[in-house]
């Protein structure tokens, strides 16, 4: 009975780890500009595009999708319109956030090197990406300017030295609690000062992350490179400090104008 117990206990944790390991787990992309990522921050076209999502691609994508449309559907209950957002915003981050169904592996590949599908018509996430983006917008507007987070992965980068610039080539996600994420990786971490990332904890499916989503159009620059084997002290085996530095969005409203 005791084993029983013991083992059920075992499961419960080991599944509640994997979940909790949605949302900051990375492949091992370069870091580099990420101009192949579908950044568009719809800074002159917003509500055009508004117009668009919700005549068009909302349901255009769900009926492509079943798994999007699941996700939508549950979202919906759990959900609420708060701090600025519509009901809409607040399902996107739900989605994003949420294990079941998982739904951000295949938006966040989608966004990493969707460039040239976003131009030629065949990204399926319009929705969700303008709903994303446009949410951390909103929620930024109400937040402090600045915010201090922090990232670990499992996997090891070459060649990034201070003074370089760079973009997460997806949505970041975060976490204002560095000592909270360790099961994330001790590898490569990264600490980050964005202008751009909103803390979307209240809206989030795993609240105890306290996560900050950064959106794919943030720059940022390579400002320190530490390394435990000189410093045995640090929390991971190389910490990259990283400070804002402006806005890149390659795709701005490509939908609304020619894109050479």
């Known amino acids: 009975m005791k084993m029983t117990i013991w083992m059920l206990f075992m499961f419960t944790v080991t599944l509640a780890t994997k979940q909790h390991l949605r949302s900051f787990l990375i492949e091992a992309d370069p870091l580099d500009m990420a101009n192949d990522s579908v950044d568009d921050a719809y800074m002159d076209c917003a509500e055009k595009m508004s117009e668009l999502v919700k005549k068009q691609y909302l349901k255009q994508e769900r009926n492509a999708n079943a798994n999007f449309s699941k996700a939508w559907r549950f979202a919906e209950k759990k959900a609420k319109s708060e701090d600025g957002l519509e009901k809409e915003h607040a399902v996107a981050i739900w989605i994003y956030t949420s294990e079941n169904p998982?739904?951000?592996?295949?938006?966040?590949?989608?966004?990493?090197?969707?460039?040239?599908?976003?131009?030629?018509?065949?990204?399926?996430?319009?929705?969700?990406?303008?709903?994303?983006t446009t949410a951390i917008q909103r929620l930024k507007a109400k937040q402090?300017?600045?915010?201090?987070?922090?990232?670990?992965?499992?996997?090891?980068?070459?060649?990034?030295?201070?003074?370089?610039?760079?973009?997460?080539?997806?949505?970041?996600?975060?976490?204002?609690?560095?000592?909270?994420?360790?099961?994330?990786?001790?590898?490569?971490?990264?600490?980050?000062?964005?202008?751009?990332?909103?803390?979307?904890?209240?809206?989030?499916?795993?609240?105890?992350?306290?996560?900050?989503?950064?959106?794919?159009?943030?720059?940022?620059?390579?400002?320190?490179?530490?390394?435990?084997?000189?410093?045995?002290?640090?929390?991971?085996?190389?910490?990259?400090?990283?400070?804002?530095?402006?806005?890149?969005?390659?795709?701005?409203?490509?939908?609304?104008?020619?894109?050479?």
């Open 102 to 132: 998982k739904i951000y592996a295949d938006f966040n590949k989608a966004v990493g090197n969707g460039s040239k599908s976003y131009k030629n018509g065949k990204f399926q996430y319009h929705s969700l990406h303008f709903l994303l």
């Open 144 to 260: 402090k300017p600045g915010m201090r987070t922090y990232r670990r992965t499992r996997d090891s980068y070459d060649n990034v030295a201070i003074g370089t610039t760079i973009r997460f080539n997806r949505f970041a996600s975060t976490s204002l609690d560095y000592k909270g994420t360790e099961m994330f990786g001790e590898k490569t971490c990264f600490e980050i000062y964005t202008h751009c990332g909103a803390d979307i904890t209240k809206f989030s499916a795993l609240k105890r992350e306290k996560e900050v989503l950064i959106p794919p159009y943030e720059k940022f620059k390579v400002t320190s490179v530490q390394m435990k084997k000189r410093r045995p002290d640090l929390w991971c085996d190389v910490v990259y400090t990283l400070k804002g530095d402006g806005i890149q969005s390659n795709l701005d409203c490509a939908l609304f104008h020619k894109v050479n």
